[in-house]
């Protein structure tokens, strides 16, 4: 695992301050497009006061989702399986704006209470033909794990969590994790650069026919 740190900024009016609690843990496989950008924001006990959840992605240096953008969220009871896979139905979920969260009154969409360890967010957001750099921010409280098109690229680090992220992953289960959000408007994000591949999902087979090889890059 690598982590990424980076210097406090401050771009378009939005801080970006250093990923010391977040690091990179695998590589984000893009393609022209929609793609889903997920997030699992993590109480760290029972009886946690508040919880927050924002996400930043920039494409080759371009906002591309941000606080306020349009998301689905809900507070998971049970195990969803591939709740942050492309093409899920969301349908049924909350339907609200990037920031997720109870307690402090930074949340855009509240959902979530101390009772239960997860919220789960899902946004949207679209490349075109080609993409060389990914940097997505979080702004979080008390922890999360981030996906990008059903896969995880980045986590708090330190964190009890386990090596799948669920319903029932609370971050403190004798680690001592904590970690408050900004409450900076706009956001205080961390910033991590993941790694990226990027598919050409139209790629021409031999025959003439349209194929993509994306299954077998997740295999």
Known sequence: MMKHAFAIALAGGVAFAASAQMEVTGTAMLHPGTNTIAGAALNDSPGSSDLT????????????????????????????????????????????????????????????????AAVYMLGWFD?????????????????????????????????????????????DQGSGQSHEASKTDPPTYEVLDIPVEFMDVTAVEANGKLATVWADLRK
């Open 53 to 116: 959840l924002i996400i930043q992605v920039s494409v080759d240096g371009t906002v591309v989702f941000d606080e306020g953008d349009p998301i689905a969220a809900i507070q998971p009871m049970a195990t969803i399986d591939g709740w942050a896979d492309e093409g899920f139905d969301s349908s049924g979920w909350t339907q609200g704006t990037n920031g997720v969260g109870y307690g402090d009154g930074d949340d855009n969409t509240e959902i979530g209470d101390g009772d239960n």
């Open 127 to 171: 490349v075109g033909a080609s993409a060389g750099s990914l940097m997505i921010g979080v702004d979080y409280d008390d922890g999360c794990v981030v996906l990008v098109n059903g896969m995880e690229v980045a986590r708090t680090i330190g964190a009890d969590i386990g090596d799948m992220v669920d319903f029932d992953s609370w971050t």
